[in-house]
């Protein structure tokens, strides 16, 4: 049986592994994703030796809904794991990709994801080389699930972990924050909410890390990308996991007007909103300055500033200088968490 | 500089954390009963702004945290019912009652559904005419309009398949009951949002009856660092008034017709409260004109016990959480950390009482904000 994508919708046959199936990667997939790596389709994609450290990660995707004004799953999913491996100092060589599709799932609909995929790849230079396809019966996931890894070398020299924290560093937001969360919160009809000027910030951000990091060899000590749990959450997380405490100015922050509106609408507090497009960054503080300068002549650190320092003080603590004036802790989310963002 | 940041001007707070320090000269205690300003208090860190002699605890303000345990356990009897599907905010889906939560029910197969307003439990009726919509009417003055309306709406309807379970509550009789027992307290910040429907004048008596000042407040930093200005001022003078901090949102009589669509649906009824026991009139029940909207009318409520696969016939002794001090916290007789599963046992990833569950909670806001000892 052969698969055209004006054929409706995927059913059961497309996950099967049988002819169906094969036609449907190699139509949907493999003409968009196409590179040497991914062409032969063999059971594993075999990459070129590397000169360095392999760095390794994974990530699923389940957001809801599956397009959302500034992105989709397939962008997310890539742009997500392209940014772990950033996190890390990593420069992305490749990525795969899982997908577990629900039966009946509009095949325009997985066209359009497929599409998205591979221009976030051919954006980011990061080829998709390996990759499966699963399809489950109606009810048993929600339209499409993704998941992806991603491997990258780090180069001689880079050293990036919290552990690499000291007294002192400045502590760097390069974007402004909440912007994905609130974006999929406000898209969700039945919060019965529209915020028209919303947009998430998915964006790959291994260019401009890397930038930094080859400009300021050493200085770079951590990053971080505040995606599930939010600015808050990362934060805390470095702390605990440097040692030391963060103390961070609110009023530093940058957060769009209609972000804060529709946090303040929704009761949702912006620290603990999810954030596909941004980083933080713990650097060293003499070259504070100049890495914000750095960050902002790239289109995801347009918004680059210095939001705090790192204090010797209570290990894991992280405490908020309100923009009114007062003082509170931050903590990571907890309780009530915000599904399926991301 | 829009309206509202206006109200969040950083100097503007400062200048009023300075008139407050200047006016607290001696150790004073106010109490709040607002959710919304418990957690403003530290989300703004405006906690840290006061002057260590200001002691500002909170009171039973807090909707979900104030539900006694046997009517967490009425809700589980009616989420119960086979045909029922039970609609209710978020928070009380998480609250223990003596032998479980509502969220362990629904994993036991019950339909318990999270919605947003009360119309949208109508709107959830409509779509499924074939199941019982139960609504858990919680709140004060404020929301009860709210699921008034939707009675109402019910009833233009003619919607056979929604009806309420109605925990909602009067601020006057609760603070009543506060005051009337030997309390330790300098003034009370009064709740804004019930003021906007209820009028300064509900909260008339606590200068009349009890001799104390209370100040309405709004909600953002400067409303809060104001009202409390001029209650540490009136306190300070030994003046028994109360005024309105929040002349913006606030009338003498508040909102008339919200009180009117009330007083039209419900009837003031004897309510438990956590904490508190039974306290005569401070509950509202549908009247009888809407009885077949009252949830209590139409389905048997008696408590149950849970068992593997949903409730079982045995009845259940009310419980509440063991060592859980919510009761006292509620009432202004504890703080959040002086109660021993604070941090360690309850957070709000596993949290032991409702306090800790609610968004609006003392503990969960203490938790969430509060710097340890401070
Ligand atoms: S800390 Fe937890 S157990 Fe203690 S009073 Fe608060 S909610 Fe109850």
Redesign the interface.
């Known amino acids: 049986m052969g698969i055209d994508e004006d054929m409706e919708r995927v059913t059961l046959d497309h996950g099967s592994g049988g002819l169906a199936a094969r036609e449907l990667v190699r139509r949907l997939f493999v003409a968009r994703l196409d590179n040497p790596l991914l062409a032969p389709l063999e059971d594993s994609a075999v990459l070129p030796p590397i000169g360095g450290r392999l760095a390794f990660t994974t990530d699923s995707y389940v957001v809801d809904p599956l397009f959302f004004p500034g992105g989709d799953i397939g962008l997310l999913a890539v742009n997500g794991t392209v940014n772990d491996l950033a996190m890390r100092g990593a420069r992305p060589l490749a990525l795969s990709l899982g997908m577990i599709l629900e039966e009946g799932l509009e095949m325009e609909i997985l066209a359009r994801v497929a599409d998205s995929i591979a221009a976030a790849a051919e954006r980011a230079g990061v080829p998709v080389v390996t990759g499966d396809t699963k399809v489950v019966p109606r009810g048993a996931a929600d339209k499409m699930f993704i998941n992806t890894s991603g491997v990258g070398v780090i180069a001689d020299g880079v050293e990036i972990s919290p552990r690499r924290l000291q007294g002192g560093d400045a502590v760097i937001l390069s974007a402004s924050m909440g912007d994905h969360g609130i974006t999929v919160l406000a898209a969700r009809a039945e919060l019965g909410f529209s915020g028209t000027e919303l947009k998430s910030d998915t964006a790959a951000l291994h260019r401009m890390t890397a930038a930094v990091i080859a400009r300021f060899p050493g200085a770079v000590h951590a990053l971080r990308d505040p995606t599930r749990g939010g600015v808050a959450t990362a934060l805390c997380e470095l702390a605990a996991a440097g040692g030391l405490e963060l103390e961070i100015d609110e009023i530093a922050i940058p957060l769009r007007p209609p972000v804060r509106a529709a946090g303040e609408l929704l009761g949702i507090d912006p620290f603990f909103l999810a954030n596909e497009g941004s980083c933080i960054m713990v650097v060293e503080a003499a070259d504070a300055a100049d890495v914000v300068a750095e960050l902002r002549r790239h289109p995801e650190g347009g918004q680059a500033a210095v939001i705090g320092r790192v204090k010797s003080g209570e290990p894991g603590r992280v405490v908020l200088h309100t923009a009114v004036g007062g003082r509170r802790r931050l903590r990571p989310l907890t309780g009530d968490p915000l599904p399926r963002i991301c | 500089m829009k309206p509202a940041d206006v109200y969040?001007?950083?100097e503007r707070?400062?200048r009023l954390?300075a008139r407050l320090a200047a006016t607290v000269h001696r150790p004073l205690r106010f109490m709040e009963v607002c959710g919304t300003h418990t957690v403003n208090l530290?989300?703004?860190?405006?906690?840290?702004?006061l002057p260590p002699e200001l002691e500002v605890v909170s009171g039973p303000g807090c909707p979900v945290c104030v539900t006694a345990a046997v009517d967490i356990d009425t809700c589980l009897a009616a989420a119960a019912h086979p045909e029922v599907e039970f609609a209710t905010f978020?928070d009380l889906v998480?609250v223990p009652g003596s032998c479980g939560t509502l969220a362990d029910l629904r994993a036991r197969g019950a339909r318990v559904t999270v919605v947003?307003s009360p119309a949208?439990a109508v709107a959830l009726a409509r779509a499924e005419p074939g199941r019982l919509v139960v609504f858990a009417g919680i709140g004060f003055e404020t929301t009860a309009p709210l699921t008034a309306a939707a009675i109402v709406q019910a009833a233009a309807l003619a919607l056979d398949n929604f009806c309420v379970l109605s925990f909602h509550k009067r601020m006057p009789p609760i603070i009543d009951r506060v005051l009337g027992a030997g309390h330790r307290l300098d003034g009370l910040l009064c709740p804004g949002h019930v003021a906007a429907i209820a009028g300064r004048r509900a909260f008339a008596p606590l200068a009349e009856v009890y001799g104390l000042p209370g100040v309405i407040g709004g909600f953002e930093?400067?409303d809060i660092m104001l009202a409390l200005v001029r209650l540490a001022e009136l306190a300070g003078r030994g003046a028994a008034a109360v005024e309105n901090g929040y002349p913006r949102a606030v009338a003498e009589n508040g909102n008339p017709a919200a009180q009117a669509l009330t007083d039209r649906v419900f009837i003031p009824a004897d309510a438990p409260w956590r904490g508190f026991g039974t306290v005569p009139g401070s509950g509202l029940v549908p009247r009888e004109e809407f009885a077949r909207f009252d949830a209590r009318r139409r389905l048997d409520l008696t408590p149950r016990k849970m068992g593997s696969t949903g409730m079982e016939p045995a009845a259940a002794a009310v419980s509440e959480p063991a060592g859980c001090r919510c009761g006292d916290v509620v009432a202004g007789r504890c703080r959040p950390p002086d109660c021993g599963h604070f941090g360690r046992r309850c957070?709000?990833?596993a949290?032991v009482g409702p306090c800790m569950?609610s968004?609006e909670g003392s503990c969960?806001a203490w938790?969430?904000?509060?710097?340890?000892g401070e």
Do not use: I, Q
């Not at chain 2, 530290?42 to 702004?49: I, Q, T, V």
């Not at chain 2, 938790?367 to 340890?372: A, I, K, Q, S």
């Open positions: 969040r001007d950083p707070v400062r954390a530290f989300r703004f860190g405006l906690r840290a702004m978020g998480r947003h949208a930093p400067a957070t709000s990833t949290p569950v968004a969960a938790f969430r904000y509060g710097n340890d």
